[in-house]
């Protein structure tokens, strides 16, 4: 778990850091800077989702993960849960806390940095991924908390959760995260990332957290379709 306490602790600086910064950021600023970050998380989920060595086992993670997702309604929680914070956290009720709370929450959450790194933790204790990914986070966070205010800081605690999570749950697939099953969910993860960049860009609104069981879903698809030589 160190490696997710450290990223965890990472998000909090580089949050703080950027609330301190902020302030003194103009309005225009901050709109150029959301739009460029929108832009860089589009580029970083469409590399991800090319690496992809089977678009079948993808997209039925995407088709069947959308459905249990709609069937949780997994956004509408983050949503509740994100407004109940800022009920505790925004006293001054500082505007966009809950779509920053879920924007930075998804993002830390869903790619392949994360998942990987919480998989090698738990099975080797080899915390070098979430690392990585903590530098990473930190000035993300910096940056997303100067434009996007306070409710960046919150999304530390679903990513403690869910990194935890993963990695206290590793050895139990430690018999089938091959190789193809880590491309095939990261790959997954890029697409979701994808939507992610349109909902910062406000191009197109997708309900990214009601999609997320596709990236478990891939893995009993991947080792499926491996078997059944579909589309390898």
Same mark, same amino acid.
């Given at each position: 778990?160190?490696?997710?306490?450290?990223?965890?602790?990472?998000? !909090?600086? *580089?949050?703080?850091?950027?609330?301190?910064? =902020?302030?003194?950021?103009?309005?225009?600023?901050?709109?150029?800077?959301?739009?460029?970050?929108?832009?860089?998380?589009?580029?970083?989920?469409?590399?991800?989702?090319?690496?992809?060595?089977?678009?079948?086992?993808? $997209?039925?993670? !995407?088709?069947?993960?959308?459905?249990?997702?709609?069937?949780?309604?997994?956004?509408?929680?983050?949503?509740?849960? =994100?407004?109940?914070?800022?009920?505790?956290?925004?006293?001054?009720?500082?505007?966009?806390?809950?779509?920053?709370?879920?924007?930075?929450?998804?993002?830390?959450?869903? =790619?392949?940095?994360? $998942?990987? *790194?919480?998989?090698?933790?738990?099975?080797?204790?080899?915390?070098?991924?979430?690392?990585?990914?903590?530098?990473?986070?930190?000035?993300?966070?910096?940056?997303?908390?100067?434009?996007?205010?306070?409710?960046?800081?919150?999304?530390? $605690?679903?990513?403690?959760?869910?990194?935890?999570?993963?990695?206290?749950?590793?050895?139990?697939?430690?018999?089938?995260?091959?190789?193809?099953?880590?491309?095939?969910?990261?790959?997954?993860?890029?697409?979701?990332?994808? =939507?992610?960049?349109?909902?910062?860009?406000? $191009?197109?609104?997708?309900?990214?957290?009601?999609?997320?069981?596709?990236?478990?879903?891939?893995?009993?698809?991947?080792?499926?379709?491996?078997?059944?030589?579909?589309?390898?």
């Amino acid at each position: 778990m160190l490696g997710t306490v450290v990223n965890t602790i990472a998000i !909090l600086i *580089g949050g703080l850091l950027g609330l301190l910064f =902020g302030q003194t950021l103009p309005d225009k600023i901050k709109k150029t800077v959301i739009q460029g970050i929108g832009l860089a998380v589009l580029l970083i989920g469409v590399s991800m989702a090319l690496q992809t060595k089977n678009t079948l086992v993808v $997209i039925a993670s !995407l088709v069947l993960g959308g459905i249990v997702g709609e069937l949780i309604d997994i956004e509408h929680q983050l949503q509740k849960f =994100g407004q109940m914070l800022e009920r505790k956290l925004s006293k001054n009720g500082q505007a966009g806390f809950t779509k920053a709370f879920v924007t930075a929450s998804l993002i830390y959450c869903v =790619g392949a940095m994360a $998942i990987m *790194g919480a998989f090698e933790s738990g099975l080797t204790g080899n915390n070098t991924i979430l690392y990585a990914k903590s530098m990473l986070d930190g000035v993300t966070a910096l940056v997303f908390a100067s434009s996007m205010g306070i409710g960046v800081l919150a999304s530390a $605690i679903p990513v403690f959760i869910y990194q935890g999570l993963l990695t206290l749950s590793a050895g139990l697939l430690q018999g089938v995260l091959s190789p193809q099953v880590i491309t095939e969910m990261g790959a997954t993860g890029g697409l979701l990332i994808v =939507g992610i960049g349109l909902n910062i860009l406000e $191009i197109k609104e997708i309900k990214v957290g009601n999609l997320l069981p596709g990236l478990f879903i891939a893995i009993p698809l991947t080792v499926l379709f491996t078997r059944l030589h579909l589309g390898m």
